[in-house]
């Protein structure tokens, strides 16, 4: 209250920003008219000299915003015949200042982003606009192209279906690059795993603005972007899984929590699945797949409702994003969970997949120098994107008032009676002409309110992601008179409702809710449709207690309030005091999906350390002027360092406890090397290790001297850069397998993230130095074996460029979230990484861990 009244009295901090917004408006204003006198050409030398004066750094990007804004103003009036309002103004001003920029739905963001963006693009940097998919991406960048290019700037997009690293380039090169958070994420993926420069694609991350922020950055930041591919798991044990896991009873062998969305196996479940598995102990290591792979079958059955999650289409398993109502074409669920679904819905099996490279959107978006956002519903997540993001909101008024009546929550007891209730009020709106949109939360009760509406003979359109080609077209209608239109989910669709006078005459958009999100904000989204620019339209939201929300988070209270009041069959309550209830609800939920993502966070931010370690030696062995033949020398030195140990040869002992006889198995067995013993004899252990090195170093050489040194270096960095991204490949692997069973340490009065954060470090070290080792190995057994050495040399540099065009082929899919990956559709095969238990493939006739898979103490990191 205390609060509230402060804000009454002194304003509340975001007045205090507008405030000072307002007075920098007025300076824009002011300079209107000296542009406003300038002809085209005049107007574009005077933006061309602000350019020239950022880039020869004689005046900063904030010396001059006034100007720039006044002239893109000016210039949009003329090329696109649209001048921004003030408020636009304040929103441009906001997103250059690395902000949000909160702006009802209808206050033309498309356009407020021209205003930083073509101020930020002077400095020759390359700007980013990220948006949800590539409709919008190709739509805005080809409404504002003329403005850009009228003052000077090109203009690229970024779409999924572009598969020409070529065509990629010139369209990050552009000035500005439209695009989608995951084409962008991608694409920093598969640079990371190019072969060449000419393969990279992306050039930097200097500033990006983000529109439909709170969907791109909280709601799709749950689930990393991961490029992956197959592995051997027996798809047989998934479907045998599934058999048993429907032979299994609700509360007697297993209990479901649909809050935590958590199957907790009870003891006498796990008696009943080793009867049904055939087995003597489900937890012993032999077993160590199948209570994994049961549990992923229970929560397929039990968590996972068809049509609300998923839908089948053609045979597939097809996720459904629950907050925009899309189906999310190439994801699938990780972990084995998308395989129990299709065992579930008896389709084909996919293999399973592991992670070749994966990053969070958080951990993406804050590699940007300057990260900026807007949207119409921000406020709800501004902790979030505080802490997470280090972005502050500034919510901006809209250019006219709001006129649209948000009315309060009707609630019924059953869904039924509140379906009843709604369809009533549709059918009295449908009469007057007075176009209505319904919002629901899933496609099953689309499709239920779909049949009611046909019943009463109400002429409809469906809009969810079954049909989600169309959205455009049917969103763009949904203003017309008579319009009815049922909408699973409305955020970030990105596509205005406009009315006419006629419609405005009859109230304007009439929303219908028939369910509450989980997240406030999606509430508000739909909400915001109505509205727009001032229009009138009215809003409300039809609810029961048999609603999943009110059922599991915050029913009883309510429930309790309808007996106390005697609620009949049919009958609602209204009242603040229960939409107060209801918020508090989605309050807790909202809670609980922020601690999930900011466990996600916290988890990636140790791997991301890693990932830019290795992506930066990557990098440094891409470019032309790295010195790998010192890289070489240094490697060898610290491997021969590593063979001495191993070979119980250590400084300050006596030279005649030297084990000379261990060292030669051991260099035989690693390089099939041949080292003579009898010139080191009796030297001390500083003569024998410079003499082993000088002798591995001239063999090497001579070796290699019968190529050029173009063609050496080349042939030294191909093999460093295999065994890099195969060894950080088997890491990824080791980390996701570590980070499942972790958590399970809390039962140990341990942090897991702790011990993630321990174990992730040791796994990092044996990381560095198994490549490394492996490396220097791999370039001393190699030998050339055909008529000459030029002619071996040439053929090993063929078969390396082949291995790098398959990866880059590889790098082209679009895989997020365990993707699969055909090995029967021509698609290259990825080499799988020896076990350490399988034979040596060298012949020696031991186990690889005990003969060239050998790495010993594990110490030292990359080095430029």
Excluded at 408 to 417: G, Q, V
Excluded at 590 to 595: G, T
Aim: with cysteine.
């Amino acid at each position: 209250m205390l609060q509230a009244f402060m804000g009454k009295v002194f304003g509340t901090a975001n007045d205090r920003e507008l405030k000072k917004y307002v007075k920098k408006v007025n300076r824009i204003n002011a300079l209107e008219e000296k542009y406003k006198a300038l002809s085209d050409e005049e107007l574009q030398a005077a933006f061309e000299a602000l350019k020239e004066s950022v880039l020869n750094e004689e005046k900063t990007l904030d010396d001059v915003l006034f100007d720039s804004f006044a002239i893109t103003r000016e210039s949009s009036h003329r090329v696109l015949g649209m001048r921004h309002f003030d408020v636009q103004l304040i929103g441009g001003m906001v997103l250059h200042e690395g902000r949000i920029a909160e702006m009802k739905t209808g206050e033309g963001k498309t356009l407020v982003a021209t205003l930083a963006i073509t101020l930020n693009a002077m400095t020759n940097k390359g700007v980013h606009l990220v948006t949800v998919n590539d409709y919008l991406a190709s739509r805005d960048a080809n409404e504002m192209a003329p403005l850009y290019n009228f003052l000077g700037y090109s203009v690229g997009t970024i779409l999924e279906d572009m598969n020409d690293p070529a065509q990629k380039r010139e369209a990050y090169e552009a000035d500005i690059t439209y695009g989608t958070n995951n084409e962008f994420g991608f694409d920093f993926l598969r640079d990371n795993m190019s072969y060449s420069r000419d393969q990279m694609v992306q050039r930097g991350h200097n500033f990006v603005i983000v529109d439909e922020v709170d969907s791109i950055l909280i709601d799709e930041a749950r689930t990393p972007l991961i490029i992956s591919g197959p592995t051997n798991q027996n798809m047989q044990d998934y479907i045998r899984a599934n058999s048993i896991a429907v032979q299994l009873e609700k509360e007697t062998h297993f209990t479901v929590d649909e809050k935590d969305k958590i199957i907790l196996i009870t003891e006498d479940g796990i008696t009943k699945a080793e009867e049904l598995f055939g087995v003597e102990n489900l937890y012993s290591p032999e077993n160590a797949s199948l209570p994994h792979m049961l549990d992923q079958a229970l929560k397929a059955n039990h968590l996972f409702e068809k049509d609300v999650d998923y839908v089948v289409n053609d045979g597939e398993v097809v996720i459904v994003d629950e907050f925009t109502g899309r189906l999310s074409e190439g994801r699938r669920f990780s972990e084995g969970l998308h395989q129990a679904l299709e065992a579930k819905e008896a389709v084909e099996i996919k293999e399973e997949t592991q992670t070749l490279a994966d990053i969070t959107f958080q951990n993406y978006f804050r590699m940007y120098e300057k990260l900026a956002g807007m949207t119409g519903t921000a406020e709800t997540e501004a902790t979030e994107f505080a802490e997470i993001y280090s972005l502050d909101v500034v919510s901006i008024p809209t250019n006219i008032p709001i006129l649209r009546a948000d009315l309060n929550d009707l609630i019924y007891k059953t869904e039924e009676e509140k379906f009843g209730a709604a369809i009533e009020t549709i059918k009295k709106l449908a009469k007057t002409g007075q176009p209505v949109l319904i919002g629901t939360a899933s496609i099953e009760k689309s499709e239920l309110l779909h049949e009611l509406l046909k019943e009463k003979k109400i002429a409809h359109t469906v809009l969810n992601a079954k049909n989600h080609a169309q959205e455009g077209e049917i969103i763009k209608h949904a203003g017309a008179k008579g319009a009815v239109t049922i909408a699973t989910n409305m955020a970030g669709r990105g596509v205005d409702i406009k009315v006419d006078q006629e419609v405005k005459d009859l109230g304007g958009l009439y929303i219908i809710g028939t369910e509450r999100h989980e997240n406030r904000r999606i509430d508000n989204q739909l909400r915001g449709r109505s509205g727009r620019q001032g229009d009138p339209g009215t809003t409300q939201f039809y609810l029961s207690l048999e609603d999943n929300l009110l059922r599991i988070f915050g029913s009883d209270k309510i429930k309790s309030i309808m007996e106390r009041l005697g609620v009949e069959d049919g009958e609602y309550i209204e009242s603040k005091m229960v939409t107060r209830a209801v918020e508090k609800a989605q309050k807790k939920v909202e809670n609980m999906h922020y601690e999930g993502r900011k466990q996600i966070v916290e988890y990636d931010d140790v791997a991301n350390e890693q990932r830019k370690i290795v992506y930066k030696f990557r990098n440094q062995l891409l470019s032309e002027e790295y010195d790998i033949a010192s890289k070489v020398n240094e490697i060898r030195e610290e491997w021969l360092i590593n063979l001495f140990s191993l070979a119980d040869i250590y400084e300050g002992s006596d030279a005649e406890d030297f084990n000379l006889e261990k060292l030669a198995e051991l260099l035989k067995e690693q390089t099939n090397f041949d080292l003579d013993l009898d010139v080191l004899k009796d030297l001390e252990y500083e003569e024998l290790f410079t003499k082993v090195l000088e002798i591995l170093k001239t063999s090497y050489d001579e070796k290699m001297s019968v190529i050029d040194d173009e063609t050496r270096q080349a042939i030294e960095k191909e093999f460093y850069l295999k065994e890099l991204d195969n060894s950080w490949r088997e890491h990824l692997y080791a980390m996701d397998n570590m980070k499942t069973g972790i958590r399970l340490r809390a039962y140990n009065q341990k942090d897991p993230l702790v011990e993630y954060k321990k174990e992730s470090f040791n796994l990092f070290g044996e990381l560095i130095n198994d490549i490394k080792f492996n490396t220097i190995r791999t370039l001393h057994i190699i030998q050339f074996q055909v008529e000459t050495a030029e002619e071996e040399a040439a053929k090993l540099a063929q078969q390396l460029e082949e291995e790098k065009r398959a990866q880059e082929a590889l790098m082209h899919f679009n895989l997020r979230d365990d993707v699969d990956i055909d090995a029967e559709d021509d698609l290259p095969v990825i080499e799988k990484k020896i076990a350490r238990n399988e034979p040596c493939p060298c012949g020696s006739g031991k186990k690889y861990k005990q003969c060239c898979g050998k790495s010993g103490p594990k110490k030292g990191a990359f080095a430029s």
